[in-house]
């Protein structure tokens, strides 16, 4: 979500042109119309931080895209399917391809048109990244709450977890996820229409909501709603709620295991060492919901309120948008990470996929140094 001043036109694209705040576009003969006071709070920060975000969200665009693949490449290895890791792999490419559209964004609006004209070609770029962005983010934050309530499910109930949560019944929920969250982003889908000011060489292109739409208001508060509420607050409520039981559970999990410290040693060393995965897996998973949590919950109030509060929209939400845009960049990026440092089995199969030949090499190098050094000593006595 930005404001853009193309030529003598200023127009700005805001919500749905963003892959993180979905609501509504919005045309003005002023490029801060939607700062009460021009001298104020948001004005500075979104001064402060505007001509940043040109460059730093393509980095992080690129590094998430990359870290994505890795993703998908590795949990889709033989030895790692899992319900878990069907979902996980679904929101790799989900979070991929928000960020592959993005990039093209940020680059045309932020470098190649900026302060020149927008021609239609950028307009038809905007309708449908304005589009396409919003329901592969929707679908990565319904695939989140699909896999909290998948852990959560296989340890409450330890006997009957996996067959509740089959890898069949992972896949059945990512078509499910997929199919409903677009026909959800319908209405914001068919709002828009192309639109230029100026003329000549000085015509700029852009989008906005049907002037000629029936009902126009209750449409643009729609959408704020519908997205604020079904695409941002209830998820994030829903997994907030989730991450409280899972953190229970796993508590309560280990209470049980303390109890059963009477029967075999071998036994017991057993069901140690299932439980410190299970506990690592379901530990790694709330990282990754509460991740979600802090950075989507803002924008969901936000919209929420803009559709509630009149002008709220254009005066407050807006100029924030470059930065909950770069937060939730960031947080489709760090999957990644948190893979490598909490899975020990994710960590073990990147290695044996990029890593194999550099670590066998340097093994057979220390050894070679370890029998020279033998050799040398073996020589002096």
């Not at 996980?88 to 989900?94: C, D, K, Q, R």
């Not at 038809?124 to 396409?132: E, W």
């Not at 060492?273 to 969901?300: A, D, I, S, W, Y």
Request: glycine share 4%; proline share 4%; charged share 15%.
């Amino acid at each position: 979500m930005a404001m853009f001043q193309n030529g003598e036109s200023n127009y700005s694209i805001v919500g749905a042109t963003t892959s993180i705040s979905p609501t509504t576009f919005s045309y003005g003969n002023s490029t801060f119309d939607y700062i009460e006071e021009p001298e104020g709070a948001l004005k500075r920060l979104f001064d402060a931080y505007h001509p940043i975000h040109g460059y730093l969200a393509p980095v992080i665009c690129v590094l998430g895209i990359i870290a994505n693949c890795l993703n998908i490449v590795v949990l889709t290895r033989k030895n790692m399917i899992s319900p878990t890791n069907v979902l996980l792999t679904w929101l790799a490419i989900s979070d991929g391809l928000t960020m592959m559209a993005y990039l093209p964004f940020v680059i045309l609006n932020y470098h190649i048109y900026k302060g020149e004209p927008s021609p239609l070609s950028n307009a038809r770029f905007i309708m449908f990244f304005a589009i396409f962005s919003v329901v592969v983010h929707s679908i990565s934050i319904w695939l989140t709450v699909s896999l909290a309530v998948f852990r959560y499910v296989f340890i409450r109930y330890p006997r009957r977890g996996a067959k509740l949560c089959s890898t069949y019944r992972a896949k059945l929920t990512v078509f499910i996820v997929c199919v409903v969250v677009t026909m959800v982003c319908i209405p914001n889908s068919v709002s828009y229409e192309f639109k230029n000011s100026g003329s000549g060489n000085t015509t700029s292109w852009f989008i906005e909501i049907k002037s000629d739409t029936p009902g126009f208001q209750f449409l643009k508060n729609f959408n704020l709603w519908i997205q604020g509420i079904l695409l941002k607050l209830l998820p994030c409520l829903l997994l907030a709620i989730l991450s409280i039981l899972l953190i229970k559970q796993m508590k309560d999990a280990e209470k049980r295991r303390k109890k059963l410290m009477n029967k075999n040693s071998s036994k017991l060393e057993d069901d140690s060492r299932r439980h410190r995965k299970t506990n690592r897996t379901t530990r790694m998973l709330v990282v990754v919901v509460v991740l979600f949590v802090l950075t989507e919950t803002p924008q969901g109030i936000l919209q929420l309120l803009g559709g509630i509060i009149e002008s709220f929209f254009m005066k407050v939400y807006s100029p924030l948008g470059d930065i909950l845009d770069i937060l939730a960049l960031f947080n489709n990026g760090i999957n990644f990470v948190l893979y490598c440092t909490m899975s020990k089995q994710f960590r073990d199969t990147f290695i044996k996929i990029f890593l194999s030949d550099i670590v066998k090499a340097t093994s057979i190098r220390s050894e070679t140094q370890l029998m020279t050094a033998r050799t040398t000593r073996v020589s002096e006595v």
